[in-house]
């Protein structure tokens, strides 16, 4: 039976919140919905899965399409009589946070939400309502100067308002002025036990229903919900790392700067390479994906980068075909999931270290496949997942663009070798 609902809005976000249940033991799915196959949540399909995570990929709607994607999610887990809903968020609050706070809110019925966006293992926290990466007020950080969702606001009670008229209340040092006031309540949290004791006021209060935060608040859940679950067993995993990268955040341009200097074998695409799918259906497309098999295989880590490896190259092609900032975005997931599964095909045996959900969707569409089963967090933010594609399983890391220190890739090969 499920006890609990996870709506996320985008893939790896969903995996990043699954991997936290799944670890434990406790059955887990993790499941896309876009919205263009009839989906339901398929609730009934398993006597024993206790936590169903829906990507609503919600993240680049529009946040009229996003509240009722979001509104029609909730409907469903009602009527499904699912006793616990977590709308989870992203950590540096990029995506329509204030439509589907308010969609959760309005479709569940209940009179408040407490929302927790900290994670302070990742270094995000939230204090006096403002939210901080890395010590650096969001709008500030690398995450305000995102080329397709900038973050423009630091409070999060006005990141909230950008799309919601929802009453919100700021909730500073964990005093709750009165639990009868309705709205969406911001804690503010700077440290795990922070975290920890807003949990334990929840459920003193039994005001826990409804949910919303980002995966590390979900760390928690299983305990505050009285989840139970059994040891996983361990997986053999290949000794080999292929990188396929499609975010353009600098924390992970810096990740695979520093994973070149280590000598691993990086290889940038051409605008073209990445920008037109035709391409890679040409005789032309299949060989060069042939020779990067081969070299691949003599590589401990090799690293497939859509990042311009000369400034302006993807921009200027763009200007040249008329394309669009959501074209651009959208073409380069298709692509990447395009040269993703051609390479599976050809053979390549490696654990796959997939960055940005954009990225992955556009594999998992690719072949066809909605489904990921997480199985423990590899390292913090990097969710390692189970694959079955033609009959063989594969391995793959899923990362967002902003998580993880400079050294990942290193650290992620030497926890391979052993």
């Known amino acids: 039976m499920v006890k609990l609902l996870i709506i996320a809005d985008d893939f790896t976000g969903a995996l990043d919140t699954g991997v936290q249940f799944s670890e ?10 876009d919205g263009q196959r009839g989906n339901s ?94 010590g650096i007020p969001v709008s500030e950080s690398v995450f305000g100067q995102d080329p397709f969702e900038p973050v423009t606001r630091n409070r999060v009670k006005e990141i909230i308002h950008l799309q919601s008229e929802v009453k919100v209340t700021e909730v500073l040092n964990l005093q ?46 299983p305990e505050l919900l009285g989840l139970q679950g059994t040891s996983y067993k361990k997986e053999k995993l290949e000794q080999q790392l292929f990188v396929i990268c499609g975010s353009v955040n600098p924390i992970t341009r810096k990740q695979l700067e520093y994973g070149e200097s280590c000598g691993y074998q990086r290889v940038h695409l051409t605008a073209e390479q990445k920008l037109e799918k035709e391409y890679w259906m040409t005789e032309k497309g299949t060989n060069i994906i042939q020779k990067w098999v081969g070299d ?17 190259q993807t921009s200027d092609y ?24 051609k390479i599976l095909d050809e053979g390549l045996k490696a654990v796959l270290l997939v960055t940005g959900g954009d990225t992955l969707l556009g594999f998992m569409k690719e072949i066809d496949d909605w489904e990921l089963k997480p199985i423990c967090e590899i390292s913090p933010g990097c969710v390692l997942t189970k694959l079955t594609y033609k009959n063989k399983e594969y391995h793959i890391i899923t990362k967002s663009g902003g998580f993880g220190e400079e050294k990942l890739l290193e650290n992620i090969v030497d926890i391979l070798k052993k």
């Not at 691949?296 to 302006?312: H, P, R, T, V």
């Open 41 to 134: 949540l398929r609730i009934k399909e398993s006597d024993t899965m206790q936590v169903l995570v829906v990507d609503a990929e919600t993240r680049h709607m529009t946040a009229e399409d996003a509240y009722q994607k979001v509104f029609a999610i909730v409907k469903e887990a009602k009527e499904a009589e699912i006793p616990y809903i977590y709308k989870k968020t992203d950590s540096a609050l990029r995506g329509n946070i204030g439509s589907e706070l308010s969609a959760l809110l309005n479709a569940s019925e209940e009179k408040n939400l407490p929302f927790i966006p900290a994670f302070p293992k990742m270094k995000r926290i939230t204090k006096n309502g403002v939210h901080y990466i890395d």
């Open 296 to 312: 691949f295989k003599e590589n401990s880590c090799c690293i497939l980068d859509s990042n311009d490896a000369e400034k302006g």
């Open 24 to 33: 434990k033991g406790i059955e887990t799915r993790v499941m896309v919905d």
């Open 318 to 341: 763009a200007k040249q075909n008329q394309l669009s900032i959501d074209q651009i975005r959208c073409r380069i997931s298709e692509t990447l999931g395009i040269i993703l599964r």
């Open 176 to 221: 709750i002025t009165s639990w009868e006031e309705q709205g969406i309540w911001v804690f503010d949290a700077s440290k795990d036990e922070e975290i920890e004791e807003i949990a334990g006021l929840l459920k003193e209060r039994e005001a826990y229903k409804i949910m919303a935060g980002c995966a590390g608040f979900a760390a928690i859940l």
